[in-house]
């Protein structure tokens, strides 16, 4: 991105005192463009650059997810947000499955907290348009090269997921079970591991918290989350806190599975090709410091970064 300009917001609404809000709250620190469809939202995507779109969800015609969807094709170094203001689990999976967002902000939104969101996002679409040899300088883990066949690590602690996982898997990548985050996190310190399928919760222990203080020191360690919950505020969380990379829905689909696998493995190979890719991985700051335990074990997991190619310290 030219320093010299001002980096470019599209925000995309049906309603037309939203976006004249967005406008005016945005106008002095961003060029704002603005959209009341997705089909006009697109014609903007392909004639000019844009950093970032934010995009409602709830929107005649099309909706924010399949807007969203397209402009990760039409252009995939735009940042993407998704905005709602309804507790719509199928729309914000969505958005991670189909749209790969940066970002979900619900409405209404909190000024301080959306502004800091914006602020994020263009400092992550700032890091996409530097050149890759100056985002990863020599040496750097961003050009160390990724293994050949980097591993699957199943934390799960029920037998018949496990014995699921591994039939739709089949032997495309080593498969490692880890039936505890604890042995989950040794595994981590002891293979070189791509993709981590999990569920939300494990051995009584919910796995968010885990995963949030994973993805801060671990960018290129992708999550595939099985899961039946459908309290969209806990979707919302895990995305944002943790980064999940997709949702696979219990009972498992193999198909289903194998390919948001498989779509994991390939970004997991992108940021380790490019460390432009791992600032799209950032997680929403915790509001609170790792629980001890979590300390503890990232402590160890540190001290053997060594092996760990993806480790960003």
């Known amino acids: 991105m030219n320093a010299q300009r001002k980096a470019r917001i599209l925000f995309v609404d049906d309603e037309e005192r939203i976006v004249n809000l967005l406008r005016v709250m945005f106008r002095s620190q961003y060029e704002v463009l603005t959209a ?8 903007i995507l392909r004639r000019e650059r844009v950093d970032v779109i934010v995009s409602d969800q709830r929107m005649p015609g099309m909706l924010g997810v399949e807007l969203l969807a397209q402009a990760c094709t039409i252009a995939p170094h735009t940042v993407r947000l998704l905005l709602t203001g309804y507790a719509d689990r199928e729309a914000i999976v969505g958005s991670v499955n189909e749209g790969q967002i940066f970002r979900f902000i619900t409405k209404p939104w909190d000024h301080e907290a959306i502004r800091a969101t914006l602020a994020e996002a263009v400092e992550v679409a700032l890091v996409q348009t530097v050149p890759a040899s ?3 300088p020599p040496g750097s883990v961003a050009q160390v090269a990724a293994p050949q066949r ?3 690590l199943v934390l ?3 037998e018949g997921d496990v014995a699921a996982i591994r039939a739709a898997l089949g032997d495309e990548h080593p498969l490692v079970h880890a039936p505890s985050v604890s042995s989950a ?3 981590l310190a002891r293979q070189d ?3 981590m399928v999990c569920e939300s919760q494990v051995g009584g222990t919910e796995t968010g918290a885990v995963l949030h203080a994973l993805k801060k020191h671990f960018p290129a360690l992708m999550t595939v989350m099985l899961t039946r919950h459908t309290d969209a505020d806990e979707v919302g969380r895990l995305i944002n806190h943790a980064r999940i990379y997709r949702f696979a829905s ?5 198909a289903v599975l194998q390919l948001a696998v498989a779509a994991a493995m390939k970004e997991h190979r992108r940021c380790m090709a490019d460390g432009r890719q791992m600032a799209l991985q950032r997680p929403v700051p915790a509001a609170e410091p790792d629980a001890p335990a979590v300390r503890g074990l990232l402590q160890g997991l540190r001290a053997m970064a060594a092996r760990l190619r993806f480790f960003n310290p």
């Open 156 to 158: 799960d602690d029920d």
């Open 185 to 187: 996190l040794q595994a």
């Open 193 to 195: 591991i791509g993709v």
């Open 150 to 152: 980097p591993g699957v």
């Open 36 to 43: 009341q469809d997705g089909a006009s939202a697109l014609a």
């Open 134 to 136: 100056v985002a990863a």
């Open 250 to 254: 219990k009972p498992i689909r193999p």
